[in-house]
């Protein structure tokens, strides 16, 4: 969807992207998208739209992200893409989830949300259509929101997984050891503020416009459900083309395996950390073993292997 402005201040701009631009055809769903914003901006207040509006987007994203591999557990033929076959989703795991979801949604995440609309007036961060960035910019303010996210979620997820206080906070995420997708924030308030820290940096970077929280929500949603699905079906997947990410698979043996593969987006820090050797010899011993026996290679095993 291009939801640039005709005209913005944007210091990213440059008159290279202005010429190139300027070829490029219009954009049927740019005209109806101004109109449904303008009249977004018409009908409600500043306070409204970035409260609850947020609010809304976060829940219709993440759960809308969570149907697909909701539903593929009663599809036979999808069974084949599943990572960890031999740990089907229960009705009562789910449940439990769901649960601990909507006291994280309502008691712990929305009233992070509700300073949103204070972060906005604070940093003066424009609403109006005519002050929002080109779609190229905001392209380029979420790569850059990714990369501070990863960077802070590696560190500090690996931190999390410290023994001292591993058991306090970050065991709860590891229930589950099969991840499905509404999972990805099934956690301990700590760990959802800690880790969430590495969100709001990216935000207050680049932030130049209110439409950038709500699709940074939405690319950080569909990324974070995607790698904790539980499937992995490379041929439908965008993020696959997506350099150095993750993935589904590179995630799923995280909670399978309780150590490595820190990182949320990205494989470059476990690289060039080393923290990804027992998911290399995990994929090396899998050529080895039956697939139906693939599930029972322990972490120690893989330890002392790797070590």
């Not at 680049?206 to 569909?222: S, Y």
Request: aromatic share 20%; with cysteine; glycine share 6%.
């Amino acid at each position: 969807m291009d939801i640039m402005a005709n005209n913005t201040s944007m210091p990213y701009s440059s008159d290279i992207f202005e010429f190139f631009s300027s070829y490029l055809p219009e954009n049927p769903f740019q005209s109806p998208y101004r109109d449904t914003w303008n009249y977004m901006l018409s009908r409600y207040s500043k306070f409204q739209i970035a409260t609850f509006g947020s609010l809304l987007v976060h829940e219709i994203v993440y759960f809308g992200a969570c149907l697909p591999a909701f539903l593929f557990q009663f599809i036979p033929f999808m069974k084949r893409f599943k990572i960890q076959p031999q740990k089907p989703e229960t009705f009562e795991k789910q449940w439990k989830c769901f649960k601990k979801l909507m006291f994280s949604h309502f008691i712990i995440q929305f009233p992070l949300i509700f300073g949103t609309y204070h972060f906005t007036e604070f940093f003066n961060i424009p609403y109006d259509w005519d002050s929002m960035p080109r779609w190229y910019v905001l392209a380029g303010q979420i790569i850059g929101c990714a990369f501070i996210e990863d960077t802070w979620h590696y560190f500090l997820h690996r931190a999390l997984h410290d023994k001292r206080i591993y058991k306090y906070i970050h065991k709860i995420h590891h229930n589950y050891q099969a991840p499905f997708g509404m999972v990805a924030e099934y956690a301990h308030p700590a760990e959802t503020l800690i880790l969430g820290m590495g969100f709001f940096i990216g935000i207050m970077t680049f932030c130049t416009h209110v439409v950038l929280l709500w699709l940074w929500v939405l690319m950080r949603l569909l990324e974070t459900i995607d790698v904790h699905s539980g499937y992995d079906i490379p041929w439908v997947n965008p993020f696959h083309l997506i350099p150095g990410y993750a993935g589904a698979r590179y995630h799923d043996f995280h909670h399978q395996n309780f150590t490595g593969n820190y990182a949320s987006t990205f494989v470059w820090w476990d690289r060039l950390f080393g923290t990804d050797a027992q998911y290399k010899e995990f994929n090396r011993l899998k050529e080895k073993i039956p697939a139906e026996n693939i599930g029972h290679i322990s972490g120690e095993k893989l330890k002392k292997k790797t070590n």
